[in-house]
């Protein structure tokens, strides 16, 4: 069981990545910015992993990304980011961030659910696929 | 010779003929004979007379007259030849010396003598004897009557015979002036303009010359034969002026000659410059040419000049000069000039004196000349040649200049030093940097950054991008493309205005990210609550089963509408009809309808209509943009905004105002927003959904149904969209 913040403006996907975490006992909280999940993520208590949406209005998941690993606190958390671009040019952009995993949607549950298990054990980075 | 002008020819009376004159003069001469016969019975003749005369006196009179008539000095006067003869001093100086009817009759028959055998034509002849028998006896009648009884001569006799000089002069000009406007309707007035001096100098001369022979005789007869000496003096001077003013003359025409064939030009205007001017050299007073090509020009247009042979100059005889030449030559003009014949001649000269006195000035083109008139023609010939080259290069810069001109793409020529040598209209309007005539080096300071950017590109096949911010503040996208050309070291580049292509391309990028998440996000859910349902269906309650079946409903018919737009967008790109179904609609039923697709606006959404609003559309396509725009205003305004519609009605145009309280849209963005892919926001980070496609999709169906759909918007206040359609009426 883990901790897992989920930041994505959609409501219908946060809603069955929730649903999905749930069901596997996962513990999960919701931002629906990048704002907020900043905010969160300023308290002392830290979730064990992150799923960040990039397309977001406002501050985009990459923004979010870049001041989570300047900050000491959270530059080593896990964090899975979503998108649904998956330009090159958007892919170099998010492991330039520093992103743990880099999954484009729409993806597949099991898969988040086999990422999320493998970062939460410290397993090995994805390697970008190009 | 006097140029008849039309249109100021004055009315000459019918009965004014040249037979009439030739006949007055002929009658009034015999008349004026029979007076000067009779005059001695009523006037006492001075002492000075010799009467009777003896026959030698006679006969020397005759003789002086016939010479008088052939040795001439040719005087230029008005443009033409003047002949200047001495018949005034022969019968001033007969009145003198001879009883008036011995002193008349001898010159008229030394006048005749010369006439006959010089065959000259028979009513120039009459007329000649009659107008002098006319003037000669107003002159003498004159002088008797004012010299009185006066036994001495004296200064009364001069006096009278200066008096009788005027009378002669009058006369003759009187009778000159008949002639000439019978003969070619020349005005009167303009002939005594020309000739009333000369003629009246010439009487006056002829005077003093007549008083001092007279003087001589009556102090030594011997020595009077040295009275001539003044006119033979005279003669001699006028001869070596008059030469003179030829040679001037000739020359002046020789360097208009030099002049016209080394101007290039086309033969219309070389030729007959050239012509004209050859005329002038040789005192010719015709010129005609025909070319090849059948141009044909001259002062004689009916009259065209024989062939003559390659390099050749030949005297035209007989039939090949036209009636009123009496001698001409030929010149062959050879084919570079357009081939062709070019003829120059005279109308008077041929006559029995001007062939056979040695004085007399007689028309020809000497032998020698023939060599330089050949070469001459090759000089006209090679002017026409350049004339057209001119012509050829003149035509294809101007097609050149057409093109530099007309393209649509900038052209920049820069040579080794960096001179800009073009700086075509095109390059000008697209960086709006005008770069004056007679360009400086790019080198220099004040030379705008865009050029020298332009101008130091690499040479690269495909052409360098070149961003800049124009003056007036339009960033502009370029591509410069640099030929270099190896022979002179010049660079030719090629400016393309890439703005629209580049901007295209972004907003097609956009579109393909915002669409690639439009799509990849409602999937997301679908494809995720399927998977579960399928591995984890036991472990879900029954009620979260339904929620979640409903969620992928609910983003399957979102999915759906997003592929309908897409669909419509692809087919106003391929022109396409989009199909619409015409139909008398209730507008306001319509977008009731369309606001019930918005439940959570419903509080804040006022829609003022009480009665139906009969409309010309389809009902569907209504309602998509009633949906399109009110989604739009919802997007764009706070939580709590109010949207308003509204509704205008004209007899033929019915309108709905769909009205938002948002930020507002830019002035410089409210026609752009129209444009197919067209977002404000980066797709990155936009708040709002959307393809980019909904206000270009509404426009389009609101344009295929008869109206439009337009945009006011105050940044800060808030947007206002109109739908227009075409009215029902009721």
């Known amino acids: ?130 | 010779m006097t140029q008849v002008r039309e249109g100021l020819r004055p009315l000459r009376p019918p009965w004014l003929s040249v037979g009439f004159v030739v006949s007055f003069a002929t009658l009034a001469g015999v008349l004026s004979l029979s007076v000067l016969a009779w005059l001695p019975a009523v006037v006492d003749l001075p002492a000075h007379v010799i009467d009777p005369p003896p026959v030698w006196l006679l006969a020397l009179f005759v003789a002086l007259a016939a010479v008088s008539d052939v040795v001439y000095v040719p005087v230029r006067h008005a443009d033409a030849w003047e002949e200047l003869t001495f018949v005034e001093v022969v019968i001033i100086w007969g009145v003198l010396i001879l009883p008036p009817f011995a002193a008349l009759s001898t010159a008229l028959l030394g006048f005749a003598l010369v006439a006959l055998l010089l065959r000259r034509p028979a009513v120039k002849f009459l007329f000649n004897l009659g107008s002098y028998a006319i003037s000669g006896a107003g002159l003498m009648i004159t002088y008797l009557i004012l010299v009185g009884d006066s036994e001495q001569f004296g200064l009364r006799s001069v006096l009278a015979l200066l008096v009788g000089a005027v009378v002669f002069t009058t006369l003759n000009l009187f009778m000159l002036t008949l002639i000439l406007l019978a003969a070619e309707g020349v005005p009167p007035r303009e002939l005594l303009e020309e000739q009333w001096a000369l003629s009246l100098g010439m009487a006056v001369g002829s005077v003093g010359v007549a008083t001092v022979a007279l003087s001589i005789e009556q102090s030594n007869p011997a020595l009077t034969p040295f009275a001539a000496l003044p006119v033979i003096a005279l003669w001699y001077a006028y001869r070596a002026s008059s030469a003179h003013a030829e040679g001037r003359e000739r020359s002046r025409w020789l360097v208009e000659l030099g002049q016209a064939v080394a101007t290039p030009g086309q033969p219309q205007v070389v030729i007959p410059r050239a012509a004209e001017a050859l005329r002038r050299v040789y005192a010719a007073d015709e010129y005609a040419v025909v070319l090849a090509s059948g141009h044909h020009f001259g002062t004689d247009p009916a009259w065209v000049p024989p062939p003559v042979p390659p390099r050749q100059v030949r005297t035209l005889v007989g039939d090949e000069l036209p009636d009123h030449w009496d001698a001409g030559v030929g010149i062959r003009l050879d084919d570079q000039s357009g081939g062709g014949v070019l003829a120059i001649g005279t109308h008077h000269q041929q006559e029995w004196a001007t062939r056979h006195l040695p004085w007399a000035r007689s028309w020809s083109v000497p032998e020698t000349d023939e060599p330089a008139l050949v070469a001459l023609t090759a000089a006209v010939g090679s002017s026409v040649r350049a004339g057209q080259t001119l012509a050829e290069l003149t035509a294809e810069t101007a097609k050149l200049q057409a093109v530099v001109d007309h393209a649509t793409d900038g052209i920049c020529v820069v040579d080794q030093q960096d001179e800009v040598l073009l700086w075509s209209p095109a390059a000008q309007r697209i960086t709006g940097v005008d770069l004056p005539d007679g360009l400086d080096s790019v080198r220099t300071a004040d030379t705008p950054d865009i050029v020298r950017r332009i101008v130091s590109v690499p040479a690269e096949p495909e052409g360098v991008e070149v961003s800049f911010e124009r003056s007036d503040g339009q960033q502009l996208d370029l591509q410069v493309t640099r030929v270099d050309v190896a022979a002179s070291g010049t660079r030719v580049m090629t400016i393309r205005d890439m703005t629209r292509e580049r901007r295209a391309e972004r907003l097609k990028s956009d579109f393909i990210a915002t669409i690639s998440h439009e799509l990849r996000t409602p999937i997301t859910p679908i494809r995720g609550y399927a998977d579960l349902l399928r591995r984890r269906w036991d472990r879900m309650s029954e009620e979260k089963r339904a929620g979640v079946l409903e969620t992928i409903q609910e983003r399957a018919d979102h999915l759906t509408r997003l592929v309908d737009d897409l669909l419509v967008a692809a087919r106003t790109t391929s022109d396409a009809e989009l199909g619409v179904d015409m139909q008398r609609m209730d507008l306001v039923d319509a977008v009731r309808e369309a606001a019930t697709g918005f439940p959570e606006v419903d509080g804040r959404l006022s829609i003022a209509a009480s009665e139906p609003l009969w409309v010309h559309a389809d009902r569907t396509r209504v309602i998509q943009i009633i949906n399109n725009l009110v989604g739009n205003a919802v997007k764009y305004t706070g939580p709590d905004a109010a949207i308003e519609v509204r509704f205008s009605a004209g007899p033929e145009r019915v309108e709905v105002f769909i009205r938002d309280h948002g930020a507002g849209i830019a002035a410089d963005e409210q026609e752009r927003v129209f444009e197919r892919f067209y977002r404000i926001e980066d797709p990155m980070t936009m708040r709002t959904g959307g393809s980019g496609l909904g206000l270009h999709i509404s426009r389009q169906l609101a344009r295929a149904m008869g109206g439009d759909v337009r945009l006011n918007s105050i940044p800060g206040e808030g947007s206002t969209f109109v739908l227009q359609l075409i009215a029902e009426g009721t």
């Open chain 1, 1 to 130: 069981m883990a901790t897992i913040l989920i930041v994505d403006d959609e409501p219908s996907v946060r809603d069955v990545i929730r649903d999905t975490l749930e069901l596997e006992d996962h513990v999960v909280f919701e931002a629906v910015d990048g704002p907020s999940a900043l905010e969160t993520l300023s308290q002392p208590q830290l979730p064990d992993c992150v799923v960040l949406d990039i397309m977001m209005p406002g501050i985009s998941g990459l923004d979010v990304l870049t001041e989570l690993r300047a900050r000491p606190a959270t530059s080593a958390l896990p964090v899975i980011l979503l998108t649904a671009a998956s330009d090159d040019a958007t892919t170099w952009a998010g492991w330039s961030a520093g992103a743990n995993v880099f999954l484009p949607k729409p993806f597949d549950p099991g898969a988040l659910l086999d990422w999320i298990d493998r970062v939460l054990e410290g397993g090995g980075e994805m390697e970008p696929t190009l």
